[in-house]
């Protein structure tokens, strides 16, 4: 068995601190490294690519709306155009901070109130993944199983990768519960672990009503921004570990700066 761990990177901004990168860095096997839009400032992003580098962990990018006050979690309806060039604009941003660190970008994905609009949204879907396949149709992307996003994007040539999420608990259909309602975010780290091993084994977990679920990934997803991330990223990798899964990113290996 075989999985990806990907977390939320480079989200702080000047001197308001958000998360511990570099922790993280130390455990997960993909960075979504925010691209200034949703959070993040040029220093920030930069030493995200740098430690992300150094440590052989794939770079994606977090590409969101234009929402820096309210973090990327607000939905903005917006020109289709729009959306693609500042995507577009997003995924270059990026790319110049993780070519300075000796990397590239590999992988992209929405961030926010973008991933969940475009599970269902055909045009904002459609606005993201021509903004991928322009920029480079080689790129996978990574979005919730059975979303307009991953079909969009598959329409577009692209490689879709399954992600799931490990800190957030599920609806009876297989999508996220708002995070508005009570519930929605897991903080006890054995139990996210647990999930997690039912996941990549292809066991249902427990839906936020009870119900099973049935979730299929290619990566496994801890929020950098959740209570006790660092905590609960290890636990997760320790459970897998222990139970024989090898940790590694679904873009193939990236190797350290220096050994490319």
């Excluded at 990168?21 to 839009?37: E, K, P, W, Y």
Aim: hydrophobic share 45%; proline share 5%.
């Amino acid at each position: 068995m075989r999985i990806d761990l990907n977390s939320d990177l480079g989200e702080s901004f000047g001197n308001w601190r958000l998360g511990d990168d570099g922790a993280l860095l130390s455990v997960v096997t993909s960075a979504n490294v925010a691209c200034g839009f949703h959070a993040g400032d040029p220093t920030v992003l930069r030493e995200a690519c740098a430690g992300a580098a150094e440590r052989g962990v794939a770079i994606g990018a977090q590409v969101g709306y234009r929402d820096l006050a309210g973090f990327g979690r607000r939905y903005i309806d917006m020109p289709p155009a729009e959306l693609t060039n500042d995507v577009l604009y997003q995924i270059g941003a990026l790319e110049a901070m993780a070519h300075a660190a000796g990397e590239r970008v590999r992988y992209v994905k929405p961030h926010g109130a973008l991933y969940n609009a475009i599970v269902h949204h055909e045009d904002q879907a459609a606005a993201v993944a021509e903004a991928v396949a322009l920029y480079d149709p080689g790129l996978p992307v990574l979005g919730l199983p059975g979303s307009v996003w991953l079909r969009r994007a598959e329409q577009a040539g692209l490689r879709t990768v399954r992600e799931a999420f490990a800190d957030r608990a599920y609806t009876p259909e297989g999508t996220l519960v708002s995070r508005r309602a009570p519930g929605a975010v897991l903080h006890d780290a054995e139990e996210i672990a647990r999930r997690c091993l039912d996941m990549v084994r292809g066991e249902p977990v427990a839906a936020v009503d009870g119900t099973p679920v049935r979730i299929q990934a290619e990566s496994l997803c801890v929020h950098g921004d959740s209570p006790g991330a660092v905590g609960i990223a290890r636990a997760v990798a320790e459970r897998l570990r222990g139970a024989g899964v090898e940790l590694a990113p679904f873009t193939g290996s990236a190797a350290p700066a220096g050994d490319a």
